[in-house]
């Protein structure tokens, strides 16, 4: 069968009866081949190869399959990864690949005593409002460096607060934090887990947390597994924006592309409920 696919593929540079006769396939069976109505599987590759495409453009390009595959169950197509990975490779669609190893932003501040452990790496919540996990990263600039704090909720995925500056004291943490209160106003006990970097540890960003009824939780030191989804969402981030230019221009650029990536893909994207 695939000396008749590439038969009707070439057929248009080349006879048919030459390639028959250098493939050792005879004419008439060609043309009953091709008479034949594509089998069911057949039918179905076509159906989800078409929204394979529409769910990759929609990720902008920067989904592989696994994500494709799971934007597919979840809008109840059903198909095996497999079968998704396989579709994929055939027209040459690829997810966008993960970079290096980010560098460090965590300065622990050596007198500062961190807030015990409450999550122990169950990053997992029924409701949302109940865990919240936040970090730091940055982003390259030809001016310096942007840096993004965020604040994740760990049932529904989304951004619940984040603030950018050029700075890593501890208004950006604050900042990202006000937001998160300002946008969901959780009910008191909700917990928010970060690493011990000094910004967390600070008696200012200590004071806003208790003035909002917020528990901390803080991971060791060293550790990512310890605010494991945290760190992939840094992950997710950094290589969903690698289709633009590199580095920024200007941290007015970056701004622009990071909170577009946020409230304009990550999070209308979740298929996390949001209450």
Known sequence: MSRFRFIDAEKADYPVSLLCRVLKVSRSGYYVWRERPPSKRSVEDSAFTARIREVH??????????????????SGLRCGRRRVARLM???GLRGCMRGRRRRSTTRRDGNAVPAPDLVDRRFLAAFPDRLWLADITYVPTREGFLYLSFILDAC???VVGWSMDNHLRTELVTD??????????????????????SQYTALSFGECLKEAGVFPSMGRVGSALDNAMAESFVSTLKAE????P???????????AVFEYIEGFYNPSSQYPTK
Do not use: C, I, Q
Request: aromatic share 6%.
């Open 57 to 74: 453009e929609r990720s902008r390009r920067t989904y592989g399959y696994p994500r494709v595959h799971a934007e597919l169950n979840a």
């Open 89 to 91: 490779r055939k027209v």
């Open 156 to 158: 529904s995925r989304k």
């Open 176 to 197: 990202a934090l006000r937001m998160a209160l300002w946008r969901r106003r959780p009910p008191p006990g909700v917990v928010h887990h970060s690493d011990r970097g």
């Open 241 to 244: 924006m690698a289709t633009a």
């Open 246 to 256: 590199r580095p920024f221009p200007t941290r007015e650029a970056a701004r622009t």
